[in-house]
Antibody
Framework: EVQLVESGGTLVQPGGSLRLSCETS????????MHWVRQGPERGLVWVSR????????TYADSVRGRFTNSRDNAKKTLYLQMNSLTVEDTAVYYC??????????WGQGTLVTVSS | QSVLTQPPSVSGAPGQRVSISCTGS?????????VHWYLQLPGTVPRLLIF???NRSSGVPDRFSGSKSGTSGSLAISGLQAEDEADYYC???????????FGTGTKVTVL
C-alpha cells in the first residue's frame, strides 16, 4: 500500500522558517518526481513545487520561489520542504504527492502550517 | 491565482447527470497538456479521479468520465449518488509558468 506521511507543520511567526518532511512507503520512491501542494483557508488547491527523482531539479510556483527549497533523501524515502521568510499567506495544509506523468497519483494526509504573530 | 476556471458549484438530483467544465488557455490545456481530475470528499484528502483526460483511476466507477477539447476539459458524473457530494478539482501543466496548475474547484451538491 502506498503511504505518504507529512510532518513538521506548526505555528510559526511571520518571517520565520520551517521544514516539512514527507516519509513514504509502498512504492519505489527513487523512481518518482515528488510534489508539494497546499490548501489554504480559501480551500482551493495550489501547486507549490516539485523535485525530480534524483533531487537535481526543482521547480516552484511564483509565490514561493526564492523562499522555499525542495530536497529529498532517496535512501530514507523522504521528501523535504524548507520554507523561509514565511508570511501569513503561506498558512495552509501542505500535502506531499507522488508524481506520475503530469498528474499526482497519491497524496499524503497533509500537515498544517499556521503563520501568525 | 488559479489559471484553470471551474464553476463554483453544480447540483443535481439523485440519478441525474452533471458536468463540470475546466477552462484553460493556450499555455496549458490548449497547448496539448492533459487534464486530470481530483475528488475531495468533506474532511478528507484529495485523491486522483481521472488522469490523462479520460482514464479512470483504480477503483473509480464508470459513472465518472472525462473529456478534453481545445482549451477545456470536462468531468461528467452520471447516475448521481449522495456519496458524490464533494469538491472536484481539475489540474494541468502550464508551460509559461513552468509548473502545475489547478482549477478553482467545484462543489457538487446532490439535491
Amino acid at each position: 500500500e502506498v503511504q505518504l506521511v507529512e510532518s513538521g507543520g506548526t505555528l510559526v511567526q511571520p518571517g520565520g522558517s520551517l521544514r516539512l518532511s514527507c516519509e513514504t512507503s509502498g512504492f519505489t520512491f527513487s523512481d518518482n518526481w515528488m510534489h508539494w501542494v497546499r490548501q489554504g483557508p480559501e480551500r482551493g488547491l495550489v501547486w507549490v513545487s516539485r523535485i525530480n527523482s534524483v533531487g537535481s531539479v526543482s521547480t516552484y510556483a511564483d509565490s514561493v520561489r526564492g523562499r522555499f527549497t525542495n530536497s529529498r533523501d532517496n535512501a530514507k524515502k523522504t521528501l523535504y520542504l524548507q520554507m523561509n521568510s514565511l508570511t501569513v499567506e503561506d498558512t495552509a495544509v501542505y500535502y506531499c504527492a507522488r508524481g506520475a506523468g503530469y498528474h499526482l497519483s497519491n497524496w499524503g494526509q497533509g500537515t498544517l502550517v499556521t503563520v501568525s504573530s | 491565482q488559479s489559471v484553470l476556471t471551474q464553476p463554483p458549484s453544480v447540483s443535481g438530483a439523485p440519478g441525474q447527470r452533471v458536468s463540470i467544465s475546466c477552462t484553460g488557455s493556450s499555455s496549458n490545456i490548449g497547448a496539448g497538456y492533459d487534464v486530470h481530475w481530483y475528488l475531495q470528499l468533506p474532511g478528507t484528502v484529495p485523491r486522483l479521479l481521472i488522469f490523462a483526460n479520460t482514464n479512470r483511476s483504480s477503483g473509480v466507477p464508470d459513472r465518472f468520465s472525462g473529456s478534453k477539447s481545445g482549451t477545456s476539459g470536462s468531468l461528467a458524473i452520471s447516475g448521481l449518488q449522495a456519496e458524490d457530494e464533494a469538491d472536484y478539482y481539475c489540474q494541468s501543466y502550464d508551460y509559461s509558468l513552468s509548473g502545475y496548475v489547478f482549477g478553482t474547484g467545484t462543489k457538487v451538491t446532490v439535491l
